[in-house]
């Protein structure tokens, strides 16, 4: 910036405009001081003149007044001319009583003006005229007989206000100029101090010269002014030295700021590394074992079982399904934080959202006495387009957390559709009779880590990630997630899936509106979610407590929806009345009224509104299934044959061979099977194979490697390569990779599903297939069946105590017809078993190993309580207590394990003695009832 631009005009300074407004002050207050007083100069001259006019007015008046009155003009003339000798006289005139010229004198040239006569004391027409008119009444006798009227010239006054006016104004100008002359002198002395610094500072500007400072010579606020400004310039000198300081240090530092964070950054990607490998291993760890766990009820659930066990199966099959892709998701978590979560985009059915969700939990329910229930609106359509193990997390993890905070009532779940200005929207709701949640804890209830309070952790279990996670799958669909809570009422989680369309509202079934329905079920979530799908299905329904019901509602009665165990207390039913139960398919007393035609259909709980629509459309239209609720089905699917197919399996683990092989016979392969990778390669020289299943994961060489040789094999011998299908519990990206490079042509994901085996089959078998009827899993079940024992060959002894009938009955009623099977097989385990945690448990109290002891005595109160040794089973309980501090201990850990050791040999006894077969017939017929 130059100097110039720092110049300043002298208009422009201080002192100047501070001297020239002094002098404009002086010179308005000298005008208006001189000004006043010239102007009440001008008016009290101004009233003498009126006053000396209007006193001759009255004195002629008082002369003319008799002439007047007699009407002697000359009289009256002759007293005018001796009015017109005054000095200021310039015209006079007398008016008769009538306003008419009497007499008058003067110059005729004002004649004209007697209409412009102003009034009396009034001059405000001074500053244009110089004549003032003046009139007075003539009185003679006491009555007025004319007007005198006179005109006179003030001029002299006037020329002497304007005169003094002028005089008064150069006056004032003078002394204004003198005071600015003075004031400027004055002025500049005080302002120099502010001229000075303002320079100093132009100066800083201008050289950035931060060591000057301001002189503190001034008084007053010119001294704090320059102290201030002279503090301002140390505080930016010390910080200009701490800049240069800092800018002199800033490579260094930058240096060593990009030092710290190049190791903080591969430390963060070893950490990662390590996580992503721990989730891997841990994914591959627990798939292995799921593979065959898997498989298996798959195959269960497809063997044509009577409808009690193929519910079983069918549950099975579908938690393990859902475990499985939980497990899958593993590594896909930290993909949530990162925004880099792949969503599905596939056909989800709603209906089977919701029945998943209640089949799921329905058991936990039950056990703490809450009804569970499902209802779907008519609007929602059967299928939308979503990530259907998403939702299905979602779902299951919200009707968990209601599960856990509800006490008594209901959980209900809940789909509806809903139709707003953004478009169509499936809202989905878990309504609980729950704690509830306070209303300040609402709002971080879908935090990381956030519960309602400290001590829900504690009372209830869980980390507070599941809200979270919830949350951020939810919005990654394009939803939002809430909650509706009042505390000690209830809880409504819900949330929102955007969809095409909704559905359009179901016609009611005509035949379902000719017969009325009665609902007797006490007042529960589930008796609302079935009066609402039969009055959808066009029934006109009744709802009635149990308690409430007479003899006579039941004589009309023509369709009743009940309990299994209200039904026997019913009065006499009509002969043409339709019961319909409401229970389990493993209610006892439901599969005897069914059996006895007493009842006609079911709607089997948990009750959820698709359900209740198809039993009771069946009902309305006679369809009602009757006795085939309880008839085995016929396995529903068959496979394409492979008989001729030549496969190899390469695998380590023994279980999942056998599961591989069970698998593979569904398809009549009868596979040629390896256990390493030396034995795999061995074959593959010696043999012409048309599929390879090769298991990535072995000890001394992996498929990776076996692979790679099988393929150099193949090119030195110019044999067409064989298809080779890798088995892998990993789901990392890195092995795609590392099976490309090895030459491997396709992955199969343990655990895999009897689906993905058929689709691997038909890729690579087709010109060996067969499409005949495969193997039947119920000809399967049948010789399982076969080597089933009878109960008196296989029943526990009841002797003094050791097993307990309630544990035992709980086990009968878990295992249905497969109790004895059952029981054989724990019984074997456990023998196995038992006896090594027993040896390891003698050793940890020997050694007082507290955690060691807690552990042990945990697994071996669980077998024991597995096979019904109740007593056992408790003492260990007690000594798990006090080794990990749940309990006071009223004996030492030592006499304890006395006490163990004594049951122990009791049941080991008992145990040799059935397997023995030397229990009575009446021990073993007690226990069977037992």
């Not at 631009?5 to 005008?31: D, P, Q």
């Not at 929102?496 to 329905?517: I, M, N, R, W």
């Not at 004895?820 to 456990?830: D, F, N």
């Amino acid at each position: 910036m130059s100097t110039a631009e720092f110049t300043l005009k002298n208009s422009e300074k201080l002192g100047n405009r501070l001297s020239w407004a002094a002098g404009l002050i002086i010179f308005t207050s000298v005008v208006l001081t001189s000004g006043t007083f010239t102007w009440l100069e001008f008016r009290r001259e101004f009233d003498q003149q009126v006053s000396v006019l209007r006193d001759t007015a009255v004195v002629f008046g008082s002369t003319v007044s008799e002439p007047l009155a007699k009407g002697d003009r000359r009289q009256v003339q002759q007293a005018l001319t001796s009015i017109s000798r005054l000095e200021s006289f310039r015209f006079a005139e007398v008016l008769d009583r009538n306003g008419d010229a009497f007499a008058e004198m003067g110059f005729d040239t004002l004649l004209e003006r007697r209409s412009g006569e102003l009034p009396q004391g009034d001059f405000s027409g001074f500053l244009i005229s110089d004549d003032v008119w003046v009139s007075d009444d003539v009185i003679h006798g006491g009555q007025e007989v004319g007007t005198v009227r006179l005109l006179a010239d003030i001029s002299n006054v006037r020329s002497a206000f304007f005169f003094n006016i002028g005089y008064n104004l150069l006056l004032s100008l003078l002394l204004a100029l003198l005071a600015t002359a003075a004031s400027r002198i004055v002025i500049r002395h005080l302002t120099l101090p502010i001229f000075n610094l303002s320079q100093l500072m132009t100066r800083l500007g201008r050289e950035s010269d931060y060591t000057a400072r301001a002189s503190e010579a001034g008084k007053g606020e010119i001294r704090l002014l320059a102290q201030s400004f002279n503090r301002m310039l140390e505080d930016i000198e010390t910080r200009n030295r701490q800049l240069m300081e800092y800018q002199e240090t800033l490579e260094a530092r930058v240096e060593e700021r990009t030092r710290d964070l190049a190791e903080a950054k591969e430390e963060a990607d070893r950490a990662n590394a390590a996580k992503s490998e721990f989730l891997a291993t841990m994914s591959h760890e627990i798939r292995t074992p799921m593979n065959s766990m898997l498989v298996s009820s798959e195959l269960l659930a497809s063997a044509g079982l009577d409808a009690r066990h193929q519910r079983y199966a069918d549950i099975i099959a579908r938690s393990g399904r859902s475990l499985l892709a939980i497990i899958n998701d593993i590594l896909d978590l930290s993909k949530i934080q990162a925004g880099k979560l792949d969503l599905e985009k596939i056909p989800v059915s709603t209906h089977g959202l919701v029945k998943d969700a209640l089949d799921l939990f329905f058991k936990p329910a039950s056990d703490k006495g809450l009804d569970i229930c499902g209802q779907v609106d008519a609007n929602v359509p059967e299928e939308v387009i979503g990530d259907p193990t998403r939702l299905h997390q979602i779902l299951t993890n919200l009707t968990n957390n209601a599960l856990k905070f509800t006490e008594k009532g209901a959980v209900t779940i809940s789909v509806k559709g809903e139709q707003t200005k953004e478009g169509a929207f499936l809202r989905f709701a878990v309504t609980d009779t729950g704690i509830g949640i306070p209303p300040q804890n609402a709002a971080q209830i879908f935090d990381s880590f956030s519960q309602a309070d400290q001590t829900t952790t504690r009372k209830f279990g869980g980390t507070g990630l599941g809200l979270a996670i919830c949350r951020q799958l939810v919005e990654a669909m394009g939803g939002k997630i809430g909650v509706d809570s009042k505390e000690g009422e209830g809880s409504s989680f819900h949330f929102t899936l955007p969809v095409a369309a909704l559905a359009a509202l179901p016609v009611k079934d005509s035949a379902a509106g000719e017969k009325p329905a009665m609902v007797i079920l006490p007042p529960t979530a589930s008796r609302r979610v079935i009066v609402d799908g039969l009055r959808r299905v066009g029934h006109t329904v009744t709802a009635v407590s149990p308690g409430d019901v007479t003899e006579r509602d039941i004589q009309h009665a023509e369709l009743i929806y009940t309990l299994p165990a209200l039904i026997t207390e019913l009065p006499s039913l009509p002969p043409d009345a339709t019961l319909v139960a409401i229970g389990a398919l493993e209610d006892a007393m439901m599969e005897k009224l069914v059996a006895a035609g007493t009842v006609q259909d079911a709607i089997l709980l948990p009750v959820s509104t698709p359900q209740i629509l198809q039993t009771a459309t069946r009902v309305a239209q006679g369809k009602a299934l009757g006795a085939e609720l309880y008839r085995s089905k016929p396995e529903a699917s068959h496979h394409t044959a492979y008989s001729d197919a030549r496969v190899l399996l390469v695998d380590d683990n023994a279980v999942n061979r056998e599961v591989a092989l069970l698998a593979l016979s569904r398809f009549a392969i009868e596979p040629v099977v390896a256990d390493n990778g030396f034995d795999a390669i061995k074959l593959a020289s010696d043999n012409e194979f048309d599929l390879i299943f090769m298991d990535c994961s072995m000890p001394e060489m992996d498929g990776f490697e076996a692979t790679r040789r099988i393929r150099q094999q193949e090119s030195d011998a110019g044999t067409a390569p064989a298809p080779i299908v890798a088995l892998t519990a990993h789901k990392a990206e890195t092995i795609e990779t590392r099976a490309d490079a090895a030459g491997m042509d396709a992955i199969m994901v343990k655990p895999f599903t009897i689906g993905d085996l058929t689709d691997c089959l038909s890729n690579w078998l087709e010109k060996q297939a067969w499409h005949g009827q495969g193997t039947e899993s119920g000809d399967l079940a049948a010789d399982e069946g076969t080597s089933a024992q009878t109960p008196e060959e296989t029943s526990p002894v009841l002797q003094d105590g050791v097993f307990d009938p309630a544990m035992l009955q709980n086990l009968r009623d878990i295992a249905g017809d497969g109790f004895e099977v059952m029981l054989q097989q724990l019984r074997a385990l456990y023998k196995v078993n038992a006896s090594g945690l027993y040896a390891e448990l003698s050793h940890a109290v020997e050694h007082d190993k507290a955690g060691e002891i807690g552990r042990l005595a945990h697994a071996l109160k669980s077998m024991s309580f597995n096979i019904g040794a109740g007593r056992l089973g408790a003492i260990c309980q007690n000594l798990e207590d006090a080794a990990l501090g749940n309990a006071a201990a009223e004996q030492t850990m030592t006499a304890m394990f006395a006490d163990i050791s004594r049951e122990y040999d009791l049941v080991m006894f008992e145990l040799d003695k059935i397997s023995n077969g030397s229990g009575s017939k009446k021990q073993e017929a007690a226990s069977a009832a037992g």
